[in-house]
């Protein structure tokens, strides 16, 4: 059994980091409450951006264009949105299991990461990492959006990649966030959207359809990664809280079960104190 300053130590130990933990807990809530309304107003044009342009594609008979095909390389980029810090439970762990326990063989997969942790996870599982933009994930803004999107277009424009997915973490509200994988381009029609087609007339693009869907789909995936980026920060401080809050909880569990031990481990050392004299007493009477 322990000793009593065993106990102590421990719980001394336990009662330091409780303390860190309370304070990451609140930081973290006032970074969520920011994060969360910005998300919250950024989560509709997101969303309306996403169906506007499935919806237009789809009613573009068949428009050929390179945006809307596969490319002859069977490489995928992946954009992979973590954080750049752990202690947030299994935020980062979920967004790279998408990637390695997926369909898709390690070796056609390129990835184009935002944040340490998942782009050390994936780099330690041999997957290849073609851009490193973690800096972005302190910060996002549209501008970064762009630039990143920039760079993974003209590499599917170059054969580098025939397909681009996006992996990254839904948030829902403060206690919910799923991780996504989703296919960005070619661009692929829902079968909502392809019967909403059939009772449309078809689409047209002034002043040619090239020109227009070079324009559009560019903008398309930089409101996509924005929106990802700012769902993703928005989940990531959620995750924290939570985490920490759980952690604060069981520090608070130990704490009561040391203070317990303590106790009785006092108790019994004061009673074998009683005994031993009481027995001294007896011997000298």
């Known amino acids: 059994m322990a000793s009593m300053r065993d106990i102590k130590r421990r719980k001394g130990s336990i009662q330091s980091t409780q303390q860190i933990t309370k304070a990451m807990k609140l930081v973290s809530t006032v970074k969520l409450q920011k994060a969360k309304g910005h998300a919250e107003e950024v989560n509709p044009y997101f969303n309306h951006m996403y169906h506007a342009v499935t919806s237009m594609l789809a009613r573009s008979g068949t428009v050929n264009h390179p945006y809307l095909k596969a490319g002859s390389s069977t490489k995928k980029g992946i954009v992979v949105i973590t954080s750049n810090r752990g202690l947030a439970g299994g935020y980062n762990s979920n967004i790279t299991k998408l990637i390695t326990d997926g369909e898709i063989p390690k070796e056609d997969i390129v990835l184009y990461t935002i944040g340490n942790k998942g782009k050390e996870a994936l780099e330690r599982r041999g997957y290849e990492v073609k851009l490193d933009a973690s800096e972005v994930i302190e910060a996002p803004t549209y501008a970064d959006a762009s630039d990143i999107c920039k760079k993974v277009l003209q590499d599917f424009a170059a054969g580098e ?32 959207d392809t019967e909403a087609s059939d009772d449309n007339v078809l689409m047209n693009y002034e002043p040619n359809e090239e020109e227009a869907l070079n324009m559009i789909i560019p903008k398309y995936i930089t409101s996509l990664f924005y929106g990802a980026l700012v769902e993703a920060v928005a989940s990531e401080n959620g995750a924290r809280m939570q985490a920490m809050d759980s952690a604060t909880s069981n520090a608070e569990e130990m704490i009561d079960d040391l203070t317990l031990k303590f106790n009785r481990a006092r108790q019994g050392s004061i009673t074998q104190e009683l005994t031993e004299i009481i027995a001294g007493a007896e011997a000298l009477s």
């Open 161 to 192: 990649i025939g397909e681009i997915y996006l992996a990254y973490t839904h948030f829902k509200n403060t206690v919910v966030h799923e991780p996504k994988l989703m296919k960005l381009l070619p661009v692929e029609f829902d079968d909502v």
